[in-house]
């Protein structure tokens, strides 16, 4: 009978003390499941949100940065940020395409603007001033990022060359809803109008609140192209009703893309400038610095994969102004999943002290266990039973119930994690939201806003899902048996000092 | 033919800062074919002189020879796992085996070249030693304290050793079954050539024994 079949027999006829090993590791084991699946689903959530929010860069404001300034009653020095920083980081090994825009709001005087559906569980949103504007967006990259990335569809037409975008030809795309509201197809005109308004009289802001028309011009644009966001992008993610802000936001974004045209940098650039010189006429103490002002572009970077954000951010950092930051798919997940990272930081330390308590506890257990069996140990030796033999008994009997209880612990640890840390999470989540309401956080704006993704709690909280899959598997077996291994270290030590004489006689 | 030989051996302990000195100079050498009974009174040092032809321990000077070879140099693990047999006065059975199991654990321990079938091996002798099937397969802890016993000889037998060491075997059994364990020791020495030495302060055992020694403040004499 060799130890393999007595660490059998002893187990299935020693019932009782096999149970008690069995319930203990039980117990410990679905601990230790427990945090290992909520570990995993956590970065699993985290994987995924990323994946989803792409490997997309934009540059912006760092709000957090500014908000202790402005706490502090400072009045902090901002500065428009260099095209040649930008172009500069375009060029970085790390990025696969990038753009750089110019946003003018421009009146719609002429044309209709695309107003969310009410009945659709829609918004209304209103311009300064009463009225509907369009966004002409200058844009430097020809074939246009967001079409390219697969934000907006070219459903007509076609996209800028390269040649218009250096000679600001004044073409432009518009959405399929502005184009349907007027009529308007390929090879037509949009005629848009660059008002400037006076605000410095009093009752002109009073009477109506849209101040004195003081100077315009009309900005005409051959529609080359007609675009339509995409399904899943700003349009489709607002068709859900809801009440809560991520609608709005949502919302907001749809109204956005619609009413944008998108034109050559040099069309926008050209508007803000008749902007800028026509308000310094009106206030020139506002505008004295006119001359010299600097466009504030955004800048968008699409990069070849996730892996370069680190190394992209690291160099942007280095060259931005003060109060910039990098906006990224990173910093929208912190913002808006950070609380996952604060539990994924005490279910580490959950883990570590389980096992911990599990390496304690099942090492004392055996170790009693085998003080019980001090004689039987002394007859094996008597008997010129080798150690390795006997301890290879110890080790199989004890492993024996242990794949047997972590078996059973991977399932129901699984579903213990389950049906207690969806809940955690969301509250988690949801309360860290409400604390964190009248906080200043850095989003990126404009054609950044849609290529860095809109990552909500509800996309955090359907990706985190406690399951059983090969990784989970395998760390929560890896670890189970190491701390049964482990566990019986000290009990061995134990057998190896027995001496049979002192047993026996 | 001497399986065994004692040469000088000593051994002592401390006992409250004294040292007990409990075998000088013992020497003597045991014989196949015979049965022999050590005498001595309680603390003689009969049991600590087993231990030490058992290799259960390790005398502080001296030589214990098994055919010749220094019992160290053979190895004691392999010295008990191949060419000794130890019968206990409470038998020393892992009570959760079967009484053909119990016997089975020395033979797998051993290297000694053993019969293939070693289960029909087993079921022999205990049957040669008294116990029947039906009892050769219940637990031990099942069986009678002359049973158990049997059950031990069988294990010290089963390797194919030529020296049976027992330490007060009939201490805790009945005058029936002690007079029944002698016999099969008598038995083993006279009819299988093997060498038995029962440590005993029965003197009934002694009058069956083919050579009586005596174990007195330390020295091991021929009574």
């Known amino acids: 009978m060799n130890f393999a079949k007595r660490a059998f027999l002893s187990l299935s006829r020693r019932v009782g003390k096999t149970l008690i090993l069995f319930l203990v590791i039980l117990i410990l084991g679905n601990l230790i499941a427990a945090t290992v699946a909520m570990r995993q689903a956590i970065e699993q959530s985290e994987h995924l949100a990323k994946l989803s929010l792409g490997a997309n860069v934009s540059l912006g404001q760092d709000y957090q940065a500014l908000e202790k300034v ?305 004689k039987e140990f002394g007859i094996y030796l008597s008997l010129g039973v080798r150690k390795q033999a006997v301890m290879g008994q110890v080790l199989i009997e004890v492993l024996l119930v242990a794949l047997v209880a972590l078996g059973i612990a991977l399932v129901t640890g699984n579903l213990i994690s389950g049906a207690l840390s969806q809940e955690l999470v969301q509250n988690q989540i949801l309360a860290a939201q409400s604390d964190s309401m009248g906080i200043s956080v850095s989003y990126a704006s404009g054609a950044a806003n849609m290529l860095l993704g809109n990552l909500t709690i509800d996309d955090v909280l359907a990706n985190y899902s406690v399951g059983i899959d090969v990784p989970y598997v395998l760390t929560f077996l890896g670890l189970g048996v190491g701390v049964s291994v482990l566990s019986c270290i000290l009990p061995l030590l134990y057998v190896l000092r027995l001496k049979p004489k002192k047993i026996l006689m | 033919m001497t399986i065994i030989a004692l040469e000088n051996l000593n051994y002592s302990y401390k006992d409250g800062g004294m040292q007990r000195f409990i075998l000088s100079d013992v020497s003597f050498g045991f014989e196949l074919g015979c049965f022999y009974a050590i005498l001595g009174n309680s603390g003689s040092g009969k049991t600590t002189l087993l231990s030490l032809m058992g290799a259960l321990d390790e005398p502080q000077s001296g030589t214990i020879s098994y055919q010749a070879e220094d019992i160290k140099r053979l190895g004691y693990d392999n010295y008990r796992r191949n060419h000794v047999g130890i019968v206990f006065q409470s038998y020393n059975l892992i009570p959760w085996l079967t009484a053909v199991e119990n016997v089975l654990v020395a033979m797998d321990a051993t290297d000694n070249k053993l019969p293939k079938d070693q289960h029909a091996v087993v079921t022999n002798l205990l049957t040669f030693l008294g116990i029947d099937q039906g009892k050769a397969t219940r637990r031990v802890t099942e069986l009678s304290g002359g049973e158990q016993q ?74």
């Not at chain 2, 299988?192 to 030495?197: A, D, L, R």
């Open chain 1, 70 to 374: 402005w706490s502090a009653g400072e009045e902090p020095e901002l500065v428009a940020l260099d095209a040649n920083i930008i172009e500069s980081l375009g060029v970085r090994a790390e990025v696969k395409s990038y753009d750089y825009t110019l946003d003018v709001y421009l009146s719609a005087r002429d044309v209709k603007a695309y107003e969310p559906s009410a009945d659709n569980g829609g918004y209304a949103i209103t311009s300064v001033g009463g009225g509907r504007g369009l966004t002409l967006r200058g844009i430097h990259y020809a074939p246009v990022l967001l079409i390219e990335e697969g934000q907006l569809e070219l459903v007509s037409g076609r996209v800028f060359s390269q040649q218009e975008i250096e000679q600001g030809a004044m073409v432009g795309l518009i959405s399929d809803k502005v184009a349907e509201l007027n009529n308007l197809h390929v090879g037509d005109n949009i005629v848009l109008a660059n008002e400037i308004r006076d605000y410095s009289d009093e009752t002109a802001i009073l009477d109506g609140g849209e101040g004195t028309l003081a100077e315009t011009r009309d900005v005409v644009l051959e529609v080359i192209g007609i675009f339509s966001p995409k399904s899943g992008s700003a349009e489709a993610s607002a068709t859900t009703p809801g009440s809560s802000d991520q609608d709005w936001m949502a919302q907001m974004l749809e109204s956005e893309t619609h009413n944008t045209v998108f034109a050559p940098i040099a069309v926008a650039q050209a508007e803000e400038r008749f902007m800028i010189d026509a308000y310094a006429k009106i206030t020139p103490d506002e505008f004295e610095n006119a001359a010299t002002y600097d466009p504030w572009y955004t800048p968008v970077y699409v990069l070849n994969s996730v892996d370069d954000l680190a190394s992209f951010s690291e160099a942007a950092q280095a060259v931005l102004p003060q109060y910039y930051t990098v906006l990224n798919a990173d910093s929208q997940f912190e913002q808006i999943a950070g609380p996952l990272k604060s539990i994924q930081s005490i279910v580490g330390i959950t883990l570590v002290a389980s096992v911990i308590a599990a390496l304690v506890i099942v090492s004392l257990v055996v170790v009693l266990f085998l003080r019980d069996r001090r």
């Open chain 2, 150 to 223: 049997r059950v031990a000889i069988a294990r010290a037998l089963a390797t194919n050793v030529d020296l049976i060491l027992a330490d007060e075997p009939t201490g805790n059994l009945d005058e029936t079954s002690s007079e029944e364990i002698v016999e099969i020791f008598k038995t083993l020495a006279h009819e299988h050539g093997k060498c038995v030495v029962v440590v005993t302060h029965d003197s009934e055992i002694a009058r069956e024994a083919d050579t009586v020694l005596r174990l007195s403040k330390g020295v091991l004499g021929v009574a």
